[in-house]
């Protein structure tokens, strides 16, 4: 069963930086594309941005273009969302997971994505 769990999360001042760590278990994440996602209790889920397997190709959503940056550490099993320049809009719950489409990104859409992590609270605040 895929596994994806989150961590790095936190609180921190406007215009900080905080990384976040999705690592696997149970599978190797080399073989599938993988997407951040962030929720706001009441709100919809938002897709944040999404890296594939085939050829690290990197996918962002417009509120988040120029200041996040995903990555992937086949070595440790483990993608990475770095989030700089954060504002208090940036506020939520992010989640992990896994693309139906395997290597590739889909439409950075809840459906299209399985195996979700447990998510990692993320709190923009002064």
């Known amino acids: 069963q895929l596994q994806l769990v989150e961590s790095g999360g936190g609180l921190v001042q406007p215009g900080g930086s905080l990384r976040l760590s999705c690592s696997a278990s149970g599978f190797t994440l080399d073989y599938y594309a993988i997407g951040w996602f962030r929720q706001v209790p009441g709100k919809a889920r938002e897709g944040v941005s999404c890296?594939?397997?085939?050829?690290?190709?990197?996918y962002y959503a417009t509120s988040v273009k120029g200041r996040f940056t995903i990555s992937r550490d086949n070595v440790k099993n483990t993608v990475y969302l770095q989030m700089n320049s954060l504002t208090p809009e940036d506020t939520a719950v992010y989640y992990c997971?896994?693309?139906?489409?395997?290597?590739?990104?889909?439409?950075?859409?809840?459906?299209?994505?399985?195996?979700w992590g447990q998510g990692t609270q993320v709190t923009v605040s002064s």
């Open positions: 890296i594939s397997s085939s050829d690290d190709s990197t």
């Open positions: 997971a896994v693309s139906k489409m395997r290597r590739m990104c889909p439409p950075l859409q809840g459906p299209f994505f399985t195996s």
